[in-house]
């Protein structure tokens, strides 16, 4: 498994953004992702990026608002969150893929077995 470690998260008002970080030792198969959790609800896959060739990919919920973008050579994916809302608000996880290859979907829990230790988020009205 690969160790990873977040930073970043703090809380903001509605409307303002926060930029997270996660820094990965180990190997990740070219892809990194971020997950998130509220209190009472599912893990839900927010964003992924393939760090080799650069692809994103990202939840209905936060296209047009988030991106996330790697630094191969530090090892390091960021989510930059902007246009953030109360419903952002949640523990968010930095994970690293199981496999090589993507069988469930590319924000499925089902392919990641490696997850950071998160970072809190919270968003006020």
């Known amino acids: 498994q690969v160790h990873l470690v977040e930073s970043g998260g703090g809380s903001v008002q509605a409307g303002g953004s926060l930029r997270l970080s996660c820094a990965a030792s180990?190997?990740?198969?070219?892809?990194m992702g971020w997950f998130r959790q509220a209190p009472g609800k599912e893990r839900e896959g927010v964003a992924a990026i393939y760090t080799g060739g650069g692809d994103a990919y990202y939840a209905d919920s936060v296209k047009g608002r988030f991106t996330i973008s790697q630094d191969g050579a530090k090892n390091t994916v960021y989510l930059q969150m902007n246009s953030l809302k109360p419903a952002d608000s949640a523990m968010y996880y930095c994970?690293?893929?199981?496999?090589?290859?993507?069988?469930?979907?590319?924000?499925?829990?089902?392919?990641?077995?490696?997850w950071g230790q998160g970072t809190q988020v919270t968003v006020s009205s």
């Open positions: 180990g190997f990740t198969y070219g892809l």
């Open positions: 994970v690293a893929p199981a496999r090589l290859e993507v069988v469930a979907g590319i924000l499925s829990l089902y392919e990641y077995d490696s």
